[in-house]
């Protein structure tokens, strides 16, 4: 009777421990998460995973973020110092943990870049990508790279598209990369406003099948081009439409609330419509917190811009309290320099 007991709470403990390990979760780009599942395989084709004791897998274009249950207790050391993040990232390459070990790497890389430091941000996302030729952080090493040259107004960022479209055609990678590479290229590539539109709407169809969260940031640029070239009433739309959809990705809402914002402040409405816009530029910093720093950025000082056009109460303060977030949270972006100057 004893040893049934005691073979029982083995059982029990065993099943918890099992069960206790399967805390990893995966982001999909359709808004859905996968829950309680542990990561085994994280490649640039497909991301493998273990529920309960059955294996799956889902291609990697259809993943926007994996979230692993250790990562915080593995990495402690390094989750506010990059080069500590550096060390850990290739203690778990040298222990061939490799999904441990890219997601390390790809956030040493952001912290770099977020510190100031390119030269090291790319020198960590060249290691990461020779140490996992055909890794799930491929995709990350070229859209890190392409986002830094592109905010700095490098040609590089153009050479950075057609490489990544060359590797994900090339590798026959999921065409999700392919159309986000295509996408990539349109930004950085020189060309008139109807050239831009009529690229972004090829791109759009293409990517919403293949690609959503592409297919909503090309509207998003194509709904900017729109409105800059006085199509206003049709950028308004596509604004809309994306701020309304459930699944849609921070990055895009917060292009979405900043159009819809910008159409209020540069219009003729008057105070009225200035308090619009500051509700709109104040929604990126309070319902899109994972949206790029660039756009938070640009939302708060705006927000400081449609604060002073409206002059409402506690307006002072909402100036204030918007420029002293963007210049102790963003303080080399182009938006607090030039919050700066005026």
């Not at 050391?77 to 993040?85: I, K, P, T, V």
């Not at 061939?96 to 030269?119: E, I, P, R, Y």
Request: glycine share 8%; with cysteine.
């Amino acid at each position: 009777m004893t040893s049934k007991i005691l073979a029982a709470a083995s059982f029990a403990l065993t099943f918890v421990v099992a069960a206790t390990a399967q805390s990893d979760k995966i982001y999909l780009v359709d808004g859905t998460v996968v829950e309680e599942c542990k990561v085994t395989d994280y490649g640039v084709r497909t991301v493998r995973y273990k529920r309960g004791s059955s294996t799956e897998s889902v291609e990697t274009d259809k993943v926007s973020k994996v979230k692993l249950a250790k990562f915080d207790s593995v990495y402690a050391r390094g989750l506010r110092d990059a080069d500590m993040m550096l060390t850990l990232a290739r203690e778990q390459l040298k222990g061939k943990a490799s999904v441990m070990a890219q997601l390390g790497f790809v956030n040493a890389a952001n912290q770099f870049f977020d510190q100031g430091n390119a030269t090291q941000a790319v020198a960590t996302l060249n290691e990461v990508s020779k140490a996992f030729p055909e890794g799930a952080a491929q995709p990350d090493v070229f859209r890190l790279k392409f986002e830094y040259y592109m905010g700095v107004g490098s040609r590089d960022a153009l050479t950075v598209a057609k490489r990544y479209e060359q590797q994900a055609i090339g590798g026959a990678w999921p065409d999700g990369f392919a159309v986000e590479a295509a996408f990539f290229q349109a930004l950085s590539e020189k060309s008139s406003p109807e050239d831009f539109q009529r690229k972004l709407k090829s791109i759009a169809s293409r990517a919403r099948s293949a690609n959503p969260t592409v297919a909503g940031r090309a509207n998003i640029e194509l709904a900017h081009s729109m409105r800059k070239t006085g199509s206003v009433d049709e950028a308004r739309r596509i604004y809309e439409g994306i701020a309304k959809k459930d699944s849609i990705d921070d990055i895009a809402r917060a292009g979405a609330y900043l159009g819809l914002g910008l159409i209020e402040f540069e219009g003729t409405g008057g105070k009225d419509a200035a308090k619009q816009a500051l509700l709109m530029f104040l929604r990126v910093r309070l319902e899109t917190t994972e949206a790029w720093p660039s756009l938070q950025a640009e939302a708060l000082y705006y927000a400081a811009q449609a604060a002073r056009k409206w002059q409402g109460p506690e307006y002072r303060y909402i100036v204030g309290r918007c420029r002293g977030i963007l210049f102790n949270e963003y303080p080399n972006s182009e938006w607090a320099k030039l919050a700066k100057s005026r």
